[in-house]
Structures are given as C-alpha cells and as structure tokens.
C-alpha cells in the first residue's frame, strides 16, 4: 500500500489531488492536512511514503515543515506543489529536502508523472525549471539578494510580505516576538534594506508575495 498525505489549506484542491491519486494508483491510501502542525503531526504518528506539500498554509507553513522533517528520523519524500512560481521558491525548497517542484498550474498528467518519479526515489522538476537551475550554475548570473537569507529568514520575508505584523508572525510561528524582531533586523540587514516598505517592494517585485 503506498500511504500519501496531502497538505493543502485548501479543501477543493485537497480533493482535486485525492482523486487523481485514486484514479492512477489502485493500492494508495491518502490523508488530508490542512495547515503545517496538523502536517507534522500526522507526520509523526503515522508512516508516510509521500507528502505533497503545498508552500502557503496557516501557522506553520510549507518551508517550516520541511525545516522540521530536517531533525525527523523517519520522514516521506516530498513532492512540492506550490502556487508560487518555480524560480522564486524551487531551488529554495529542494535543497530543504524536498523531492520535487511543480506549479499548481501543471497539467494533471504531469503530477502524475512528479508523483511516480518522487516515489521510486527520483528527482522531478519541470523542463523549465531544470533549465533555470542549470542557468544558475554558471557565473554570469547574478544572484538575487533574497538567497542570501536563511530558510526561517526566507519564510519570515514572505510573511511581512503578506502584509503581517511581527505580532502576527509570531504567534504564526509560535516564537517570540522579540525574535521575529531579531530576524527582521538580519533580513533588513542581508538584503541591504531600511524598512518594512522596502521588503514588501522586493517581495511583490521578485514574485515572493502571494
């Protein structure tokens, strides 16, 4: 039996996947969560071959989960499905340990294909995004400021951009708010920005806001 849990905070594209998932794979059990904590704590309670992580979710979002399976002795494989576009979040997110990247807006087949290959423990990314990350490889690119940050910088960067508050991100991320200040300072500081206003300028020009 292969064991899929889909974490999406939405119920309609939860479903969507379910049922492609029944329609093409006759032995597959699959699980819905519907934010990060209620991801990991199926996670931890139950054997997983395959997550597919959806990037924007209420309180612990897609790159917090991924962060938390880092320290997990037993964790699935993860395939990505974000509405984010890929050169933004996908080289971010495979070198956090996720499997593959796919748009929301791919074809059905296409996360059909994603989800056989990640599960018989390949790699999938699209043919655009694969020639993207090749193009980051040589030197005549020029690296954006926000991969300077962190993992727990990057996700902080796309919460502000969401027009959130400190307050707001901490509770979100159940830290303190003086620390969510500290790494607010450290994100100002790496991409050489002075305000708020700043980061939700680069967010929203660099496609990183929802």
Request: charged share 25%; with cysteine; glycine share 6%.
């Amino acid at each position: 039996m292969t064991r899929v849990l889909i974490a999406d905070d939405h119920a309609v594209v939860r479903r969507g996947v379910r049922e492609m998932i029944a329609s093409e794979f006759r032995d597959a059990m699959c699980a819905e969560a519907s934010d990060g904590l209620q991801t990991l704590d199926l996670i931890q309670a139950h054997v997983w071959d395959l997550l597919i992580l959806d990037l924007s979710m209420p309180g612990h979002g897609g790159i917090e989960v991924l962060i938390a399976l880092q320290s997990m002795a037993s964790k699935p494989r993860v395939l990505v499905l974000s509405m984010h576009g890929e050169d933004q979040y996908a080289k971010r997110v495979l070198m956090a340990g996720a499997k593959g990247y796919l748009h929301k807006s791919s074809l059905p087949d296409e996360l059909i294909k994603a989800i056989r290959k990640v599960l018989a423990g390949g790699r999938y990314v699209s043919a655009a995004l694969a020639e993207k990350l090749a193009e980051h490889l040589t030197d005549e690119v020029e690296t954006p400021a926000h991969e300077s940050l962190s993992d727990r910088e990057f996700e902080i960067l796309g919460l502000i951009a969401s027009g959130k508050t400190v307050g707001q991100i901490a509770e979100d991320l159940h830290l303190a708010v003086t620390t969510v200040s500290t790494y607010r300072t450290r994100i100002l500081e790496k991409m050489h920005k002075t305000t708020t206003a700043d980061l939700i300028r680069y967010a929203i020009e660099n496609h990183l806001a929802d």
